[in-house]
T-cell receptor, first 113, second 115 residues
């Protein structure tokens, strides 16, 4: 049973436009959500996180939105840059991040020039 | 800040041998370290959680006698894959959490190939 779902295996976006990556979860106990960026054969790099007490968190070009009623979160990247091309993982945790993370399968974002 | 290293980055071993992977937090004290495994085209799967000085907590389906975890200090955790088999071939990644940060910071991963 997959508790964190990223239903789009890949997404292609033109440089300069907005990239929107989506994530759904089923476990209502999750209270902390994170987005990671990953290149092949490397560990994930932390991008941004959000606590369940918030519905939005912004850091530079990255904004994460959380809709608890829909059990849905999204990552917005604007403007998209070529260096943003990577696999993006959505992750969730119980206990405010103290526990291990449950990851989605990832979305491969391709930024086209 | 928040740099995590892993060693080795790549290892090839014969079936039946044991392999040790080290995970170090270089610039912070990691009260908790986590070990994940990623099979090709799959997501990262949590294997175990370890707190410094105490026994690791393993996820369901992960054999604690096969995957030995030691968290001897606030900056070092080791994962030993005992009696490795070809099906243990995978990408093993550690993460560390500590200080005032809630997020986990990941190491670069170790590619294990068992022949």
């Amino acid at each position: 049973d997959q508790q964190v779902k990223q239903n789009s295996p890949s997404l292609s976006v033109q440089e300069g436009r907005i990239s929107i990556l989506n994530c759904d979860y089923t476990n209502s106990m999750f209270d902390y959500f994170l987005w990671y960026k990953k290149y092949p054969a490397e560990g994930p790099t932390f991008l941004i996180s959000i606590s369940s007490i918030k519905d939005k968190n912004e850091d530079g070009r990255f904004t994460v939105f959380l809709n608890k009623s829909a059990k849905h979160l999204s990552l917005h990247i604007v403007p998209s840059q070529p260096g943003d091309s990577a696999v993006y993982f959505c992750a969730a945790s119980v206990g405010g991040g103290a526990d291990g993370l449950t990851f989605g399968k990832g979305t491969h974002l391709i930024i086209q020039p | 800040g928040a740099v995590v290293s892993q060693h080795p980055s790549r290892v090839i071993c014969k079936s039946g041998t044991s392999v040790k992977i080290e995970c170090r937090s270089l610039d912070f004290q990691a009260t908790t370290m986590f070990w994940y495994r990623q099979f090709p085209k799959q997501s990262l799967m949590l294997m175990a959680t370890s707190n410094e000085g105490s026994k690791a907590t393993y996820e369901q389906g992960v054999e604690k006698d096969k995957f030995l975890i030691n968290h001897a200090s606030l900056t070092l955790s080791t994962l030993t894959v005992t009696s490795a088999h070809p099906e243990d071939s995978s990408f093993y990644i550690c993460s560390a959490r500590g200080g005032n940060r809630d997020e986990q910071f990941f190491g670069p991963g170790t590619r294990l190939t068992v022949l």
